[in-house]
T-cell receptor
Framework: ETGVTQSPTHLIKTRGQQVTLRCSSQSGHNTVSWYQQALGQGPQFIFQYYREEENGRGNFPPRFSGLQFPNYSSELNVNALELDDSALYLC??????????????FGEGSWLTVV | AQKVTQAQTEISVVEKEDVTLDCVYETRDTTYYLFWYKQPPSGELVFLIRRNSFDEQNEISGRYSWNFQKSTSSFNFTITASQVVDSAVYFCAQATLQGAQKLVFGQGTRLTINP
């Protein structure tokens, strides 16, 4: 158990729809990152939130957006879903944004299927 | 740009055999961190080890051991006396130190331990 919880676990959406995925970070962790893992691939960094502000972004289009709340929980929103958005979405939490030796803990992910 | 290569896509061995998972990384940074994560079918990434670029000492944890060699940019992972429970996908990753706490993952190695 890493203390990072994600919801929903599985969901199916139709192309063009919007989806919101949620993450509760480990207690005390103020930094949350989101990763996309396509089938058979390694996770790809989407973006990171630190103290409610976006702190870095990977190579993903603007239709991928996020939020972080005062309790450090986070949401990932994807608009105008495409078939290629089908993937496992992983949330990771840690104590600090710039890596300073802290361990990064992952949740079990949300499996998104776009049909 | 950073890159992590895990050339072995799949490995299958019989229980009790030793197995080594290879990881080669590329970076221009002089200070960096390397990781190994285990991903069981549930999807959660389980942290195994973190190694910083200044510490080339090999590490052993029970049946697991890691060999870090900066001269060859490799960070290999060996499981001794493998067990069926070791079956999973294993990812090697590298962390940046500047800005966002971004992990760059390899493609992963699917390890199957047969009874």
């Amino acid at each position: 158990e890493t203390g990072v919880t994600q919801s929903p676990t599985h969901l199916i959406k139709t192309r063009g729809q919007q989806v919101t995925l949620r993450c509760s970070s480990q207690s005390g962790h103020n930094t949350v990152s989101w990763y996309q893992q396509a089938l058979g691939q390694g996770p790809q960094f989407i973006f990171q939130y630190y103290r409610e502000e976006e702190n870095g972004r990977g190579n993903f289009p603007p239709r991928f957006s996020g939020l972080q709340f005062p309790n450090y929980s986070s949401e990932l929103n994807v608009n105008a879903l495409e078939l290629d958005d089908s993937a496992l979405y992983l949330c990771a939490s840690s104590l600090a944004p710039g890596y300073s030796g802290n361990t990064i803990y992952f949740g079990e992910g949300s499996w998104l299927t776009v049909v | 740009a950073q890159k992590v290569t895990q050339a072995q896509t799949e490995i299958s061995v019989v229980e009790k055999e030793d197995v080594t998972l290879d990881c080669v990384y590329e970076t221009r940074d002089t200070t960096y961190y390397l990781f190994w994560y285990k991903q069981p079918p549930s999807g959660e990434l389980v942290f195994l080890i973190r190694r910083n670029s200044f510490d080339e000492q090999n590490e052993i944890s029970g049946r697991y051991s890691w060999n870090f060699q900066k001269s060859t940019s490799s960070f290999n992972f060996t499981i001794t006396a493998s067990q069926v429970v070791d079956s999973a996908v294993y990812f090697c990753a590298q962390a940046t130190l500047q800005g966002a706490q971004k992990l760059v993952f390899g493609q992963g190695t699917r390890l199957t331990i047969n009874p």
